[in-house]
């Protein structure tokens, strides 16, 4: 053969030709009957040429965070969340809208305790677009929580399994809305709390596992507080001696 011919994917294209790849490159493979020097140079040029045609479809993805291949038909549950809000001194209530995943449904349906008031079914496209008029009136009002197209589409993917598919789908059918779970406001959620760490957060390790010598240490620590309280209380009893001596010499002294 005279003429290298090149192969990407299963188009054959002459040598030398422009390539222009319209969908990602999986497999690229040369044959030629060539020098070697030359065959490597001409799959180093393919190589190249498709992953200038790739780098900016990869840079989109990156930038359209929330694109999806899942349908907007797709089935997902927005719970409405009752949270507080730290504020003068007190806490004010603040309804939220956040996405729910299967697994969370699930625990509600067996009677876990919840902060959610009601929850209800929806399309995915409706709930990822925030349409608000596709949802019941009582979420109409309320705002949606942080990260909220994030949570959506992870949310939407708990419902594409089998188990959710097959035996959650009915706890809140599409477009229905359900409130009887075991709503609880024993462990407030507050928005804007600060999380301030300090030494009694740390755990302690029980003394089983001592590696860093503690017991030791404290042993020490005892018979050093030992031997002070020891050394203290013979000082004591040698100065009630001395001044019972002297008391009793002036005793004589006056007799």
Known sequence: MSAAMLRLDSTVLPRGAAISCSRRATVVSCSAVVPKSALGRACRAVT???????????????VMAY?????????????????FRKAGGGLEPVLVVEPLSASSLECLANGARTSYKMVTGVSFGDALHRNRD???????????CENYEFRCEAAVRTWQRPHAQDNLMDIVPLGKIRGN?????????????????????NIKQDMSIDVYGRKKADDLKAK??????AAKAAEEARVAKKQKEEDDLDALLLA
Do not use: H, W
Request: overall charge negative.
């Open 134 to 144: 596709a949802l019941p009136e009582e979420f109409r009002t309320a705002p949606f």
């Open 181 to 201: 779970f075991n709503f609880s406001l024993e462990d407030k959620r507050i928005l804007n709390m600060d999380n301030v760490v300090n030494d009694n957060d």
């Open 67 to 83: 694109a999806t291949d899942i349908s907007e038909e797709a089935y997902v549950c927005l719970g409405l969340a009752q949270c």
């Open 48 to 62: 190249r040429q498709a992953r200038g045609v790739l780098r900016p479809g990869r840079g989109v993805v990156r």
């Open 224 to 229: 050093q507080a030992t031997e002070v309280a």
